[in-house]
């Protein structure tokens, strides 16, 4: 299963894969990303099944990539990552399965 992972914490991206690697049935292929630049990179020769994304970013949100990335394109799955309940609206505009 391929996981577009964004996150701007290097500690939160780790403890996101270790999490995952506690699903011994599922074969994770995790591409990770720091900022919005290099999800949208990743998008040009991978195609995640889902994308963890958290929504807070350093250099604007996660709503900003998927508005680069656009509504009609986005072929994946979306799960936020996000201690503010008052993002969950918004979350689901963009289809959100999980937040």
Partial sequence: MKVLLLDDERSARETIK???DRFPLVDFEIREASNISEAYDHLKDFRPDFALLDINLQQGTSFDFLSLVGLDA???KIIFITA???YAV???KF???DY
Avoid: G, P, Q, V
């Fill in 18 to 20: 270790i999490y995952l």
């Fill in 74 to 76: 986005i072929s994946f």
């Fill in 84 to 86: 503010f309940n008052d």
């Fill in 90 to 92: 918004k979350a689901f």
């Fill in 95 to 97: 289809n959100a399965i």
